[in-house]
């Protein structure tokens, strides 16, 4: 069973450009969450889908951060423009529904905002 | 507030000690509870994870948490560690309902061999 797939591994930009962030989650995973982890701490939960609708976006920066799941699969995850304090690995996460299954992560796109 | 808190940030251990990495947390509402680890270079993968049934959960390479409610914890433990058991090891709790995961702020676990 192939994996969390996520581009690019790592990415550099200078304060205040723009990146995006790309996820393909396990083939037939309804559920997918984005999460950002800052060095030393735990991973937080960014935004959450369910298809190609939001479940959760409490914890997203809406004024710099925005997040797209067309067609329920894959998604996008937009900084613009980024802060210094956006560096960070920004994890993509998938479950095959909501609750009581398993969530599965890919291996992240660590983010350097110089 | 929901929160996860590990008591050990950083964990130096020889091989074949024990371990007991502590873990509480703070959640009103059903709790599903999990322990993933991350092995230098790699993806986060879970290790184990509490439902529902028997408070002791045996997970992959020998570990094992037991959830005990009235403390809020869900301590990891392995009574031999191995170099290959090197990684950083969260803590989380999830919702239930949305699957939505809070995680703790890790522990780093070097084992020398």
């Known amino acids: 069973e192939a994996g969390v797939a996520q581009s690019p591994r790592y990415k550099i930009i200078e304060k205040r450009q723009s990146v995006a962030f790309w996820c393909n989650p396990i083939s037939g995973h309804a559920t997918l969450y984005w999460y950002q982890q800052i060095l030393g701490q735990g991973p937080k939960l960014l935004i959450q889908?369910?298809?190609?609708?939001?479940?959760?976006d409490s914890q997203l920066p809406k004024d710099r951060f925005s997040a797209e799941r067309l067609k329920g699969v894959d998604s996008t995850l937009k900084i613009q423009p980024a802060k210094l304090e956006d560096s960070a690995v920004y994890l993509c996460a998938s479950s095959l529904a909501r609750g009581t299954t398993e969530a599965f992560f890919g291996q992240g796109t660590r983010l350097t905002v110089v | 507030a929901q929160s996860v808190s590990q008591h050990n940030h950083h964990v130096i251990l020889s091989e074949a000690a024990s371990l007991e990495l502590g873990c509480n947390y703070s959640y009103g509402g059903t709790v599903n509870l999990f322990w993933y680890v991350q092995y230098p270079g790699q993806h986060l993968q879970l290790l184990l994870k509490?439902?529902?049934?028997?408070?002791l959960v045996k997970g992959i390479k020998g570990f094992e948490a037991e959830f005990i409610k009235s403390k809020f914890s869900f301590n990891l433990r392995k009574p031999s560690v191995q170099w290959s058991d090197t990684a950083e090891y969260f803590c989380a709790v999830g919702s239930s309902n949305t699957g939505k995961l809070i995680f703790g702020q890790g522990t780093t676990l070097q084992v020398k061999p």
């Open positions: 509490y439902f529902s049934g028997d408070p």
């Open positions: 889908f369910q298809n190609n609708g939001v479940v959760d």
